[in-house]
């Protein structure tokens, strides 16, 4: 009878824990549903996918073992399977980075392009540690104009809502109540402009609906535009209160992710492009664009920037002389810091100033319809007074 060797032993073994008990056949896994690149998170999810991945790179766990560890722990849903299918791939050979590439619409350009540079230098923990940071300070810019918009929008969509449910119900009680009393002769032009108006609404409801959906989709069609895009961003940057709210989220934005992206390793060129296709403003882009030129030529990006109008000039001061010391990522994660802080203070003063307004409007509208609906009784009390 022929020795077992050792290693035999160890392939016996094997076979016996992947067979299961009584050498049965393992069952195969299940079939791992595609996510077909169309899947989308929370920035929420995803950041936190970012600080977990981080901290397990950083501990030194290789990135096949990070990426199943964080899979596992996933509740059923679209992130876990394209986690899952990230996974396959690294551990098929692929880069992290081009694998996450092929889900766009979890992973962008500027999630990729650093994921990329982190492998290339050795650091993507740090690079991923970094990310997560940003991601973070960016949804907590996005929930606070949110938020602070919130209060606003209840109000002014209340505000419609108790207008609409007085014209509708209240105005045509009171036309009743006038067409019994002939003795008021010819109301007044602002009763009969309600009583005419609440008629439109009620007998025309569906062409003022139709109306609406006609203007929405329309000012949709005419924004999809890159003529009509422009025009909407550059009004929303010179609208008077609001403008310079938006110009400081738009800089902010574009700071942070240049600053990182450049602090992250990426050449300047690419980190423009990436910057480019995330500005979210048609203007900001047509600036990169010269700036891109500019470098391209052996210029400057602080020039170019300036001459865009979008940047005041102790910014592109301040992207000047990081140019000129080589530290212009930290000059732009320190405008980035400083914009977030200011935009807190414009979005504060924004709902400051869009309270008094809507509650005048309120109050206006009310009084207008208030006059309007008893104008007629004055004429009946004076013409009493008068017979007295």
Not at 89 to 99: A, I, R, T, W
Request: aromatic content about 6%; glycine content about 10%.
């Amino acid at each position: 009878m022929p020795k077992i060797t050792a290693g035999q032993q160890d392939k016996g073994r094997a076979r016996g824990r992947a067979t299961g008990r009584g050498g049965a056949q393992a069952a195969p896994a299940a079939p791992r549903k595609k996510s077909l690149g169309r899947a989308r998170v929370s920035t929420k999810a995803l950041t936190q996918f970012t600080t977990q991945l981080s901290t397990l790179q950083d501990a030194g766990l290789p990135i096949v073992r990070s990426l199943k560890i964080l899979e596992g722990q996933m509740d059923k849903g679209p992130f876990k399977s394209v986690v899952g299918e990230v996974t396959e791939e690294v551990e098929s050979g692929s880069p992290l980075s081009d694998s996450l590439a092929k889900h766009p619409t979890v992973f962008d350009n500027l999630y990729t392009n650093m994921v990329k540079a982190g492998e290339a230098g050795g650091v993507l923990d740090v690079i991923l540690s970094r990310l997560a940071g940003f991601l973070e300070k960016a949804e907590r810019l996005r929930k606070r104009i949110k938020g602070a918009m919130i209060y606003p929008a209840v109000v002014f969509t209340v505000t419609m809502l108790i207008l609409l449910l007085i014209m509708i119900f209240v105005v045509p009680k009171f036309e009743q109540v006038f067409k019994q009393m002939p003795q008021l002769g010819e109301l007044p032009q602002l009763t009969q402009a309600l009583q005419a108006f609440s008629r439109f609404l009620l007998e025309s409801w569906y062409v003022v609906l139709l109306g609406i959906i006609v203007i929405v989709f329309g000012l949709k069609l005419l924004f999809a535009t890159k003529g009509g895009k422009r025009f909407w961003h550059r009004l929303k940057m010179n609208i008077p209160i609001v403008g310079p709210l938006v110009r400081k989220i738009v800089v902010a934005r574009f700071s942070r992710t240049f600053g990182t992206l450049i602090a992250s390793g990426v050449p300047i060129l690419e980190a423009l492009d990436i910057c480019k296709h995330t500005a979210g403003n048609v203007i900001m882009e047509e600036a990169l664009i010269s700036v891109h030129e500019s470098i391209s030529e052996g210029g400057t990006i602080a020039e170019p920037l300036g001459e865009s109008g979008i940047f005041d000039d102790i910014v592109v001061n301040m992207i000047d002389v990081g140019e000129e010391t080589g530290e212009l990522d930290k000059m732009l994660i320190r405008v980035a810091d400083n914009y977030d802080e200011e935009v807190d203070v414009a979005v504060g003063a924004l709902v400051s100033v869009i309270e008094p307004i809507l509650i005048v409007f309120m109050g206006g509208a009310v009084f207008l319809i208030v006059l309007g609906l008893f104008l007629p009784l004055l004429k009946i009390i004076e013409g009493l007074e008068s017979g007295l």
